[in-house]
């Protein structure tokens, strides 16, 4: 579902402005304290172990590619339209830079180039990121018709270390209503 027209979400310009993979200031003993998920209700960066109060939130797990901040394609596409943007494979998915990437020296030569930096690219895309083709939609038309409502979007089981957050339901209700009945034990001989 597309949302409304002259529409730039906090959470899309809190995430193209974050600095990822910083330590987490609140867990700085723990392991694993990298801010490497990003909260789009909260609009903040977070560790594995800031979690907890995030469990019923839209999550974005960052990942590092070409020491660069990038998303799963497939996660990104639930929030915004990644057409045109190059993807790439890493561990088997196909990930997107959410910013664009210095480019070493001018491109010389024919072939595709980024609409927004010029950066080289490979047939058919437009833009070398998610920040380039945001860029050029807010020049252009605007962002409106592009994004979707993305009510929840949960990380992967394998990313959380707290216990498995899903957003409550009615047979959750039940379970965590539900008395405790009578124990029963073996008998002492």
Known sequence: MKVGYSYF????????????????LIHETAKKNEKNIFCLDCCTSICPHCLSPHCSHRLLQIRRYVY?????????????????????ITNNAKVIFLNQRPQPRPFRGSGNICTTCDRSLQDPYLFCSLSCKVKYLVRKNG????????????????????????PPTELMAVHINRRKAIPHRSPLY
């Open 68 to 88: 660069r901040d990038v998303v799963r394609q497939d996660d990104l596409e639930k929030l915004i339209d990644c057409s045109f943007v190059q993807s790439y």
């Open 9 to 24: 979400p906090h959470w899309l310009e809190g995430l193209l402005g974050e600095k990822f993979f910083n330590s987490c």
């Open 143 to 166: 962002l409106a018709k592009y994004l979707y409502e993305c009510e929840f979007l949960p990380l992967p089981e394998y990313v959380q270390m707290s216990p498995t957050c899903s």
